[in-house]
């Protein structure tokens, strides 16, 4: 918005045009109700209502927003018109304190992550990968929590399917039921598992009982939530649930295309001293490469490095994967989305963009009103 009527302004400030006029008058401007006013008088006149007005440097940002959101819509992609294949489900933890939510990630991974990855050195990379008889999982190693606040409240959906740990010992805790409202606000299944059933004082029926209270009736009374009996202390009932996890994904149909380039999310991201910025980033979509020029968040780069959750270093990560890249210029968000480009070049030109809109935002977070949200806001 370059300009604005007197009418139009005093409509978007909900004041009469009168008031409008009067107010130019008194700055030195003749104009009339149908007057285009240009920039200076628009500011002028939202800087005597204590309105702010934000420059117009989005103009270009608004178009390639909607890029950012949806990159498949250019040519390359189109041409390649490949079908989206099965990929891994993508699996957090959830469940009340102490019910033993690290100790059976813990117990998955030391049961699984090895195969086929012999000599590998386990690394927190916010996720990791298994691989039953060929199918993959991939578990955030972020708490649950973590995962559905921080990153729902930036608008990233990356869970498929979440595990709620219940210890049988203990029941349904607060913390159980904030999980399982977490879970059905973003409308992803629930597996139950009842741990620590190797302690003499569990009892797994309690703790269904008390399910079925918040929605969760198990199949053997006639519901449709599958419960898996597992001591994640002693590693038992890990194998079965594993293969709920893989039923429950089926029957979903994860689907992703990794022939067009890589979308996804940021799981963690810290700057680390030798490395520079390195971020963890859940492939989605996609295949992503060392050397694709990447936006992430508000920050830009080209992948210098990837390793996997091993430690390898790796040139590809297919959909579900997750990597740890380095070569960003800043140290972007856990939530963040990122998105391959075709050339550095826009990529640069985004993210700088994007990171001067977001200073933007910091700069005026008081009564911030853009022209364009001015018209939507009143
Ligand atoms: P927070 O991260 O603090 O919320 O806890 P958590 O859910 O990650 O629980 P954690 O895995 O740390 O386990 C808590 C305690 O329960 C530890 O002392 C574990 O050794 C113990 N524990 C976990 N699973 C089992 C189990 O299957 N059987 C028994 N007997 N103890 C278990
Ligand atoms: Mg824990």
Redesign the pocket.
């Known amino acids: 918005y370059e300009s604005a009527s007197v009418g139009e302004l005093a409509n978007k400030l909900g004041r009469e045009p009168s008031e409008i006029i009067k107010k130019l008058f008194l700055l030195g401007v003749m104009a009339t109700i149908n007057q285009e006013l240009d920039k200076d008088a628009i500011e002028l006149i939202c800087a005597e209502y204590d309105v702010e007005v934000e420059e117009e440097i989005r103009i270009d940002v608004t178009d390639l927003e909607i890029y950012f959101e949806d990159p498949d819509t250019d040519d390359e992609a189109v041409e390649s018109n490949t079908e989206a294949i099965e990929r891994p489900p993508v699996v957090t933890i959830m469940?009340?304190?102490?019910?033993?939510?690290?100790?059976?990630l813990d117990s998955i991974r030391d049961t699984k992550v090895t195969q086929g990855e012999a000599g590998g050195i386990t690394q927190h990379i916010g996720a990791y990968q298994i691989n039953s008889n060929g199918k993959k999982i991939t578990f955030l190693d972020t708490?649950g929590h973590a995962a559905f606040t921080t990153m729902r409240a930036r608008g990233a959906k990356v869970t498929d399917l979440t595990i709620l740990?219940v210890?049988a010992d203990d029941g349904v805790m607060p913390q159980t039921v904030e999980a399982i409202n977490h879970a059905k606000a973003a409308e992803v299944p629930i597996i139950v598992a009842v741990?620590?059933?190797?302690?003499p004082s569990a009892n797994p029926d309690r703790v269904m009982q008390e399910l079925t209270e918040h929605g969760l009736v198990s199949e053997a009374w006639g519901g449709d939530t599958i419960f898996v009996e597992?001591?994640?202390?002693?590693g038992e009932g890990i194998d079965q649930l594993i293969e709920m996890i893989l039923l429950v994904a089926e029957v979903a149909e994860l689907k992703a295309d990794p022939s067009v380039r890589a979308k996804g999310t940021v799981i963690e991201a810290q700057l680390d001293r030798g490395r520079g910025a390195v971020a963890s980033l859940l492939v989605q979509d996609g295949t992503l490469r060392v050397g694709d020029p990447v936006v992430v968040g508000n920050t830009f780069g080209r992948v210098r490095a990837m390793i996997n959750d091993v430690g390898r270093r790796v040139k590809e990560a297919g959909p579900s994967a997750p990597v740890e890249i380095t070569g960003l210029s800043n140290v972007p968000q856990a939530g963040d989305r990122f998105v391959v480009f075709k050339d550095e070049k826009t990529a640069r030109q985004i993210g700088e963009s994007r990171a001067g809109e977001a200073i933007q935002e910091q700069r005026t977070e008081k009564t911030r009103v853009t022209l364009d949200n001015l018209f939507d806001q009143m």
């Not at 469940?95 to 059976?104: A, F, I």
């Open positions: 469940g009340h304190v102490d019910h033993g939510k690290t100790t059976l708490p740990v210890a741990n620590k059933m190797d302690k597992i001591s994640a202390l002693k």
